[in-house]
């Protein structure tokens, strides 16, 4: 099992760019592959992008593709979401979710049923 603790998050104005960052503890964050969400009012949370354990692989939701990126500090234990050119529909709560190196190699990444331990989210508020 593996802590985590999302911090970054603010007010930011449209066009500019954030960094969240995913803190581990409790377990060694390397061998994780590590998911990011978001949960906007009245919404569904959704998938916003994951990176492997190794951090050699990543994948985007379309919505934010080309926007945000997902890199990690397996030294540091720490996973983060670059956010770009940020829009008021990116404003959600972010969370960041690992998946237990134990599980099957092939899933659907933006299924929260795929990730075991969850952080407690970081408002990210995207307005002028």
């Known amino acids: 099992q593996v802590q985590l603790v999302e911090s970054g998050g603010g007010l930011v104005q449209p066009g500019g760019s954030l960094r969240l960052s995913c803190a581990a503890s409790?377990?060694?964050?390397?061998?994780?592959?590590i998911g990011w969400f978001r949960q906007a009012p009245g919404k569904e949370r959704e998938g916003v992008g994951r990176?492997?354990?190794?951090?050699?692989?990543?994948v985007y939701a379309d919505s934010v593709k080309g926007r945000f990126t997902i890199s990690r500090d397996n030294a540091k234990n720490t996973v983060y979401l670059q956010m770009t050119s940020l829009k008021p529909e990116d404003t959600a709560v972010y969370y960041c979710?690992?998946?237990?190196?134990?599980?099957?190699?092939?899933?659907?990444?933006?299924?929260?049923?795929?990730?075991?331990?969850w952080g407690q989210g970081t408002q990210v508020t995207v307005s002028s």
């Open positions: 979710a690992a998946r237990s190196p134990a599980s099957a190699i092939v899933y659907n990444w933006k299924s929260e049923r795929e990730y075991q331990d």
């Open positions: 409790g377990s060694i964050l390397r061998y994780y592959a």
């Open positions: 990176i492997s354990s190794s951090g050699g692989s990543t």
